[in-house]
């Protein structure tokens, strides 16, 4: 589902972020991406969602392959496909719980007339239904990245790329948002997180990938 293959990174100030990293993500799989800050983790994450390209090697992300420069058209097409949760939430400060996610669905041209299911089924799987007239501010920062995360998934993503999702919460947020990326991960989608801190990843039963100064280090369960 996601295949890099030799792929580096360089940035233009010649920085090297990611260097010859091989790494196969099959549907379906569960992958902490565990490294300390700068590791090359979030640089990783960017490549899958065409937020940035590698400057050599070969990335395939569902059959996309993003070595090859693609289309305007492809990249929406993509991106439809993955779901993104943020360290710092990145919700719209102004719109409500539903607004936020609604937004997000107008734009990707789901019909108006089935928003509002998707909205419901969406809240409903991080159990925040009733906060759809909240404000992110009315929001503890936990359920913040719980809207975030059903946000990503009312759009019925392939794969679901979380970085740092718990970097802001408590070690209770923390529990119910692993938990809540194991149940979408439980339902068929393929989950990519990253995250420095590697006792959520050991504690979790799942592939660890380690990056190191932009190297990977380790692959394993
Ligand atoms: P992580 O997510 O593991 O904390 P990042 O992927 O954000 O690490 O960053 C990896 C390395 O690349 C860091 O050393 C960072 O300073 C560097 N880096 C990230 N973005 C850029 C950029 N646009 N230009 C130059 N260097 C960058």
Same mark, same amino acid.
């Given at each position: 589902?996601?295949?890099?293959?030799?792929?580096?990174?360089?940035?233009?100030?010649?920085?090297?972020?990611?260097?010859?990293?091989?790494?196969?993500?099959?549907?379906?799989?569960?992958?902490?991406?565990?490294?300390?800050?700068?590791?090359?983790?979030?640089?990783?994450?960017?490549l899958i969602y065409c937020g940035d390209s590698a400057s050599s090697g070969k990335l395939n992300v569902m059959s996309y392959p993003l070595h090859d420069s693609?289309?305007?058209?492809?990249?929406?097409?993509?991106?439809?496909?993955?779901?993104?949760?943020?360290?710092?939430?990145?919700?719209?400060?102004?719109?409500?719980?539903?607004?936020?996610?609604?937004?997000?669905?107008?734009?990707?041209?789901?019909?108006?007339?089935?928003?509002?299911?998707?909205?419901?089924?969406?809240?409903?799987?991080?159990?925040?239904?009733?906060?759809?007239?909240?404000?992110?501010?009315?929001?503890?920062?936990?359920?913040?990245?719980?809207?975030?995360?059903?946000?990503?998934?009312?759009?019925?993503?392939?794969?679901?790329?979380?970085?740092?999702?718990?970097?802001?919460?408590?070690?209770?947020?923390?529990?119910?948002?692993?938990?809540?990326?194991?149940?979408?991960?439980?339902?068929?989608?393929?989950?990519?997180?990253?995250? &420095?801190? &590697?006792?959520?990843?050991?504690?979790?039963?799942?592939?660890?990938?380690?990056?190191?100064?932009g190297k990977l280090l380790s692959d394993g369960d």
């Amino acid at each position: 589902m996601i295949v890099f293959e030799h792929v580096s990174k360089i940035f233009k100030n010649n920085w090297t972020a990611l260097y010859d990293i091989n790494l196969n993500v099959n549907k379906g799989e569960f992958v902490f991406l565990v490294g300390p800050t700068g590791a090359g983790k979030s640089t990783l994450l960017k490549l899958i969602y065409c937020g940035d390209s590698a400057s050599s090697g070969k990335l395939n992300v569902m059959s996309y392959p993003l070595h090859d420069s693609l289309s305007d058209a492809q990249i929406t097409q993509l991106r439809r496909k993955i779901g993104i949760v943020f360290q710092d939430f990145k919700l719209l400060l102004d719109r409500t719980v539903y607004e936020n996610i609604e937004f997000t669905l107008r734009v990707i041209g789901i019909r108006p007339l089935l928003i509002p299911e998707i909205v419901t089924s969406a809240l409903n799987k991080v159990g925040l239904y009733n906060r759809k007239d909240f404000y992110p501010y009315q929001l503890s920062g936990g359920e913040q990245q719980k809207i975030a995360i059903a946000r990503a998934i009312a759009k019925n993503p392939e794969i679901l790329l979380a970085d740092e999702p718990t970097g802001n919460i408590d070690y209770k947020g923390s529990t119910e948002i692993l938990r809540i990326l194991k149940d979408i991960n439980f339902n068929g989608t393929t989950v990519l997180m990253a995250t &420095h801190d &590697h006792i959520i990843a050991e504690t979790s039963n799942k592939r660890i990938v380690r990056l190191e100064n932009g190297k990977l280090l380790s692959d394993g369960d």
